[in-house]
């Protein structure tokens, strides 16, 4: 067959080679005219194009080289890469698989067959394709890269790191892979390593936007939240439509308190991808924290018009509907049972039959299940009884945590636990084998659906007896959860039980409250020296909704000399809605004193200056009640008819305060007024109030204690019998039992 000349096939390979691409494509052209059946003319001319940046003009002429010269493994290879940049990913495999069969050590070849493989959603065949590669050329950086990235989206993040490291040795000045390893380094929970991995990609390439904005997420993680910040903002400053640093940097300036901010990061975030569920998650939870309850709920059933299977969207739309006064008792069930619908009810008939060893008396391996093993009001709530089961040698205690932050409360109660499982980044298949491979008898769910919940591995069974205690106020809507531990002032027994998928189990009292050592001397009543009554709240903004300001504001207006006190306010000093609120009810700004937060000597000091405390519905104060009780200040409570509405009954009831407890608006509003009236008997309550409380239940982290032990053989007791789950109390007599046999 007459061809091109050798002189005209170097001159084209050198122009090639020079990068002149333009001139290349005219002879190509020229040679295709002249030799319409000869391949090298359209090799070069597809080459010349797709090098030129026109993809979809290159790949005719590569097809008809690929068809001219059924043996160039190099015709077909440039046709699998033309065909992968134009996404046409099956015909690129095909185009790959051919050069591989007429050069089977084309190593190039078999690691752009893994990159289209990983692309495909094959996994395994990509790595096998990567590591024929790495035999045939064990020194190319890019397929060690390629594997490392496979790798790590199989989850095998050891190796991921491994391959990684080794493509650095081959070729250490390629930020890409440092910024890859720094992200394998964050799923290990080695944050301090994957910082210094971004570090020395931006190191090698300064203005890499995605290692600034992936390093802004682990100083964020690490706590240290101003130079997260600088590096968002650097990342954004280089590649200002980078959603995920939008959405990031809003997370980052929630948590500084700078709400305005967050909520426009996010609102960014979101005009750049308008499917963005994450983003309408976190502009949800800002909302929620502004207390703007209908535009939160607006954002969350926004994301899940997206993504109708986002369970944390789900959790947080539960959460929320909570702080929602217009949400009734069966709506708020309904949801919940909705969620359990959602995602537990395709995993029912894979449950396993569980095989451990029924035996009722042995020891028992208990499993707790949290994200807030950290600086937490959990952490604070859960230590005392931890403190006092590690000591039950018919307990083996394990931690499953759910956080990449470990700071000095996780390192403190890691010595609680005989086994402590790091399970952040851990899918919920894999934990739930996890949990089954350790054995675990009971599997406690400290979450409920609060951040960094794991219910979808509850959804899973994964252990025989299963309860929520502790972390959220309500129902998981979970069939899969037997149990749900609390105390009777909490939940009565009969009155809440129709609202809950678990079991109630009462035990001495819900929780513990550990007092700060922070905490100052109880002063006198502010309001006998004063001349006025100095109300106060320390709740979260996300519960001071229109309906809370307009009750407070009622008390308020009876009493035109009071004050109102609110702490816990965003950093950032705006809450115009707040004095908005109460000027439409009468109350005027030179009446209000704002606070933000602060460290907790400062957060209890200001207590100094208050009479009574306020408390927030349908969603009440539970850790500030404590807190304020603990300072001599009594807490005027609504009492509920939803779950959310009880913990300041509960709180009360423990400190024998039910005179502050009110049925309903106008009921709370004449108990306000009665307490003014007599402010010397609000006076003695005050004074004594400490050393009264400290003598409640709640202040007895050792029966407390024993109540869960005592309760976790029943549970267990049931299981062993065949029995399920029902409702019960532990009674005074196990738990003293119980307390004796400790202490011999």
Not at 77 to 89: A, C, E, H, P, Q
Not at 556 to 572: E, I
Not at 697 to 707: N, S
Request: glycine letters at 8%; hydrophobic letters at 40%; proline letters at 5%.
């Amino acid at each position: 067959m007459v061809g091109p000349t050798l002189q005209e096939t170097n001159t084209l390979v050198s122009l090639l080679s020079q990068g002149r691409y333009t001139k290349a494509a005219t002879l190509a052209k020229m040679m295709t005219a002249r030799f319409p059946q000869h391949g090298f003319g359209w090799k070069a001319l597809g080459a010349a194009l797709k090098q030129m940046g026109r993809a979809a003009d290159a790949l005719a002429p590569m097809q008809k080289a690929a068809a001219l010269s059924p043996g160039d493994a190099e015709a077909y290879y440039n046709l699998g890469v033309t065909l992968k940049d134009l996404g046409r990913l099956e015909e690129a495999e095909a185009a790959y698989r051919r050069a591989l069969q007429i050069d089977p050590n084309h190593a190039v070849a078999y690691n752009n067959l893994g990159v289209t493989l990983k692309e495909l959603g094959r996994l395994g065949e990509a790595e096998a394709s990567y590591r024929r590669a790495l035999q045939l050329g064990p020194d190319d950086a890019v397929a060690h890269n390629n594997l490392g990235i496979t790798l790590k989206e199989l989850g095998r993040l050891g190796e991921a790191e491994a391959s990684y490291r080794r493509a650095l040795q081959l070729n250490p000045g390629n930020a890409e892979t440092y910024n890859k390893l720094g992200a394998a380094l964050k799923d290990l929970r080695r944050p301090e390593e994957a910082e210094t991995s971004y570090r020395q990609a931006l190191q090698i390439n300064p203005d890499y936007a995605e290692a600034h904005s992936n390093l802004g997420v682990i100083l964020h993680e690490l706590g240290r939240l101003e130079e997260a910040e600088t590096s968002y903002r650097r990342a954004l400053q280089l590649n200002p439509d980078i959603a995920d640093a939008h959405c990031n940097l809003g997370i980052t300036l929630h948590d500084m308190g700078r709400l305005e901010d967050a909520k426009a990061s996010c609102q960014r975030a979101l005009q750049i991808n308008p499917d963005y569920v994450e983003a309408h998650c976190n502009l949800g939870a800002i909302l929620q924290h502004m207390g703007r309850l209908g535009e939160a709920e607006a954002s969350y059933r926004h994301a899940l018009e997206i993504e109708p299977d986002a369970d944390m969207a789900h959790s947080n739309l539960l959460f929320c509907l909570l702080h929602n006064a217009t949400a009734d008792a069966e709506t708020l069930f309904s949801e919940h049972l909705r969620f359990g619908e959602q995602f537990e009810a395709p995993l029912r008939t894979s449950w396993r039959q569980h095989s451990n060893s029924r035996k009722p008396e042995r020891c028992l391996q208990v499993g707790f299940v949290s994200g807030d093993f950290r600086d937490h009001a959990v952490a604070y709530f859960i230590e005392p009884v931890l403190a006092h089961l590690a000591c039950y040698p018919q307990l083996s205690l394990h931690a499953y945590y759910n956080h990449s932050m470990d700071d000095s409360i996780t390192r403190r109660l890691r010595g609680y636990f005989a086994h402590w499982h790091s399970i952040a980044g851990l899918p919920d298949t894999a934990l739930a084998e996890k949990i089954c491979a350790d054995n675990i008898d009971i599997l406690i769910d400290l979450s409920g659906h609060t951040a960094k919940n794991r219910l979808l591995t509850f959804a899973r069974k994964p252990a025989p007896v299963q309860a929520s205690w502790m972390g959220y106020p309500g129902t998981t809507g979970l069939s899969a959860m037997d149990y749900y531990l609390t105390d009777r002032f909490f939940l009565p027994p009969g009155q809440f039980d129709s609202q809950f998928t678990e079991k109630i189990v009462r035990l001495p009292a819900g929780a513990p409250f550990l007092p700060s050592k922070d905490a100052p001397p109880v002063n006198a009543l502010p309001a006998l020296s004063n001349g006025y009554v100095t109300f106060g709240s320390f709740n979260r903004p996300s519960k001071l909704s229109r309906h809370v300001i307009a009750l407070w504001s009622q008390l308020l207006r009876a009493l035109p000399d009071s004050r109102m006190l609110l702490g816990a306010m965003p950093q950032d000093n705006k809450y115009d809605n707040l004095i908005e609120w109460f000027a439409q009810e009468g109350v005027a700004r030179e009446r209000l004193s704002f606070h933000p937060r602060c460290g907790m000597a400062a957060y209890l000091s200001l207590h100094q200056q208050v009479d009574i405390c306020l408390d927030t519905f349908p969603y009440n104060g539970g850790t500030t009640t404590l807190h304020a009780l603990w300072m001599g200040v009594p807490t005027l409570t609504l009492a509920g008819n939803t779950t959310a509405g009880r913990p300041g009954v509960t709180i009360l009831s423990h400190a024998d305060l039910e005179v502050f407890i009110a049925r309903d608006a106008a009921d709370f509003v004449q108990k306000g007024l009665f307490w003014v009236g007599n402010l010397a008997a609000l006076s003695d309550i005050r004074a004594g109030l400490r050393e009264h409380f400290a003598k409640s239940a709640m202040c007895q982290p050792a029966m407390i204690a024993a109540g869960v032990s005592c309760a976790l053989r029943i549970m267990w007791q049931r299981w062993c019998a065949g029995l399920p789950a029902e409702s019960f109390e532990v009674r005074q007599q196990d738990i003293n039992n119980k307390i004796q046999g400790a202490d011999k």
